[in-house]
């Protein structure tokens, strides 16, 4: 598959990948801030959606930080998640006593990451925060204190930058929605 093939697959670029880093480097100038200078943070990202955000967004920090990544699975029917999760990969570092970013792609519903947010909190951490790229409006519907978000999109699905379809676009450096001949 090459970049023009790709291209043609789109319906609409919702948000470019200038807008992108532009509000990434805006977002990791408030958490720098947040965290007084990265003091004790530990970055937090959930595969495989956060690998874009996370690559990004640290290396528009001005100076070292950990990472580090859990992988879950979402029970849900078809498309929607249920809120019951089974972790995958379980972080590598032990998080008592750290302050805990959790960088995501998309927030939906908000149910999966507030299973995770919870499950990170059981864990004695100094305080766990939330970052998102992107948020849905249904997010509203659930109470999950996101302190950055990138942009809040429409009730639309979106790929690239890390989201995918049936695993693929996540290469594409915009974020878009998919024409109607890739369904079917
Ligand atoms: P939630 O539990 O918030 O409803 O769903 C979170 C997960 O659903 C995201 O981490 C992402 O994997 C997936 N998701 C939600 N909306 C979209 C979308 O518009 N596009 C893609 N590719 N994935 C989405
Ligand atoms: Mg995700
Ligand atoms: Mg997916």
Wanted: aromatic residues 6%; without cysteine; charged residues 25%.
């Amino acid at each position: 598959m090459d970049a023009a093939d790709i291209q043609d697959d789109l319906a609409r670029v919702l948000i470019t990948e200038e807008e992108i880093q532009a509000r990434l480097a805006e977002l990791a100038e408030q958490v720098w801030a947040h965290y007084d200078d990265g003091q004790d943070v530990l970055l937090v990202g959930v595969l495989k959606g956060a690998v874009m955000v996370m690559a990004d967004l640290m290396r528009h920090l001005p100076g070292s930080v950990p990472m580090d990544w859990m992988a879950v699975s979402s029970y849900g029917s078809g498309t929607k998640s249920s809120g019951v999760v089974r972790i995958l990969k379980d972080l590598d570092a032990d998080i008592t006593g750290k302050h805990v970013l959790i960088v995501e792609d998309i927030i939906d519903s908000g149910l999966t990451l507030s299973w995770i947010r919870a499950n990170l909190l059981s864990r004695s951490p100094a305080s766990v925060e939330i970052l998102t790229l992107l948020r849905k409006p249904d997010a509203a519907k659930v109470e999950i204190d996101t302190r950055w978000v990138g942009f809040d999109i429409p009730n639309e699905f979106v790929v690239g930058y890390g989201l995918d379809f049936d695993e693929g676009y996540r290469n594409l450096r915009e974020v878009a929605t998919l024409a109607p001949h890739v369904y079917s």
